[in-house]
């Protein structure tokens, strides 16, 4: 980072590092004995493309990807227009569950399609609420959503699960980063 970056206010990026989805199994752990919220088994990978050919190929590799993992993952596209490939595991496969989905961010950034990332959700509950716990690849951190009903989110929940997790995942400090997943698969 230059001199001018520093004077512009600009940051520099923090790279994704994608082996940060093997930190969810301790973190649900924690979850689970502090606060009640297991694991609910589903999982996604959210991504954006473009239009034009980068879109086409995307596609192309995203719908490889579903032929080769035998029905795992299913894709389905929300109302913004993000694509989200889906996977379902047993509430108690959290880590087959977090495997899977690092080798499908694994295989898309390998492919080229990297900046096409936006986030990685792990589904939580208590019996009563959802919780997501949501990856940041342009950040490089994780933060808690908590979806209280449409279009509002449980902000005390959010902050009291983020100090619960603070030595079990890389949380992301700037609450302004924590934007709503609302109609995210499984929340």
């Known amino acids: ?7 512009l206010g600009r940051s520099k990026a923090v790279p994704p590092n994608l082996d940060q989805l093997f930190s969810v199994p301790s973190a649900a752990i924690t979850l ?16 954006k493309a473009a239009e034009g050919g980068g879109f086409s190929a995307l596609r192309s ?5 579903l032929a080769l993992d035998n029905g795992k993952f299913t894709s389905t596209t929300d109302s913004y227009g993000f ?13 087959g569950l977090v495997t899977d989905l690092h080798g499908v961010n694994t295989s898309l950034v390998d492919a080229g399609f990297g900046p096409a990332l936006l986030c990685t959700l792990v589904n939580f509950s208590n019996g009563t ?11 490089g951190s994780w933060y808690p ?21 603070a030595t079990d ?6 609450l302004t980063r924590w934007f709503p997943i609302y ?5």
């Not at 980072?1 to 004077?7: K, P």
């Not at 490939?85 to 509430?91: G, H, M």
């Not at 959503?145 to 699960?161: M, S, V």
């Not at 109609?183 to 929340?187: E, H, Q, R, V």
Request: proline share 6%; hydrophobic share 35%; net charge negative.
């Open 83 to 95: 694509t989200w490939l889906v996977r379902e595991t047993t509430p108690d496969n959290v880590e």
């Open 129 to 139: 609420n959802s919780l997501g716990l949501v990856y940041l690849y342009k950040r």
């Open 183 to 187: 109609g995210a698969p499984g929340l």
């Open 145 to 165: 959503f908590a979806p209280a009903g449409p279009d509002r989110r449980d902000n005390q929940t959010e902050l009291q699960i983020k100090s619960l997790l």
């Open 61 to 65: 590799e995203v719908d490889k990807l």
């Open 169 to 174: 995942l890389r949380l992301e400090q700037d």
């Open 1 to 7: 980072m230059g001199f001018l970056d520093i004077l």
């Open 32 to 47: 689970q004995t502090a606060a009640d919220y297991k694991p609910t088994g589903i999982g996604s990978v959210c991504f």
